[in-house]
């Protein structure tokens, strides 16, 4: 898509997003939210353009935006499967995982047996007590360098999706799946996906937080890139391990990349409300 005027023909001017922030705070008006990025970010100047005050504002309204989207796609999907509503492609895809699954033979899990071990082993990653370490050092690192700011943004967003998804969990209080043999003992509820959510909201907020002291694209895109694929194998491990219904890790998925994105988002407008008038350390932005 071009941005510009017609020539003509009385056209409208398609003006182009000057930041992300305005990207984000027209996308969030697209999917329905107008109200509330208006009440925080205000409307446009008469003439058109973002002021400075807006301009800080916009990131706090993404921010918030993502947030209450990534909440209620998760109470939308768990309200509907508490209602009965079945995927298809749930239980097809853990037959997959299995040899023999359905044709009254033992049930062998799929791939060579280091397969089994490997999965176990980064299942783990997403647990609560390696999120907890991770998170912590994480902090710490940050609170040596004095980025206070962005210390404190790490512990609020990675404290704070785990308890969505734990009330979530005792909210919708979904089965695990039975239609194959458990490889690990899990005793909470199966939606969402603890593990997805959690690693994703607190990985994918480690590298975003990573990708703003790092300069060259390519390494910012490498760190993205890694954190991504950690997540989606902690994700598929669920299924693997027969522990969660697809659906659950898809919804885990979802939540968590919008509660990081949501996270990133506020600590821009802490970053531009905060630090330059009152010193406050926060991470320095080289991604923009």
Known sequence: MK????RGGGAHRLEKPRDSGEALCRLLRWA?????????????????????????ARWLAAG????????LFVAI??????DGANFAFDRAILLMMREGAGQGAP????????????MIAITAMGS??????????????LLVQRHLLTAALVVIGGSTGPVAVAIAKAVF?????????????????SFPSGHAANSAAVYLTLALVLVQIVERRRERTYIIAVAAALVLAIGCSRVYLGVHWPSDVLAGWTFGALWAAGWWAIA?????????????????????
């Open 128 to 141: 609560g007590t390696i999120l907890t370490l991770v998170v912590l050092a994480s902090a710490g690192f």
């Open 3 to 6: 941005y510009g005027s017609w």
């Open 173 to 189: 209080g979904r089965v695990r799946p039975d239609v194959i043999n458990h490889l690990v003992e899990e005793g909470s509820a």
């Open 268 to 288: 821009h407008w802490l970053r531009a409300r905060f630090a330059p008038d009152h010193g406050i350390g926060v991470t320095p932005d080289q991604s923009a």
């Open 107 to 118: 049930m062998v899990p799929e791939g060579p047996a280091w397969l089994q071990k490997a």
């Open 77 to 82: 999907l768990g309200h509907a499967i508490a």
């Open 32 to 56: 329905g939210m107008p109200n509330l990025i208006d009440h925080i970010a205000h409307r446009r100047s008469a003439g058109g353009a973002w002021s400075a005050k807006p301009a800080k």
């Open 64 to 71: 918030i935006g993502l947030l209450l989207i990534g909440t």
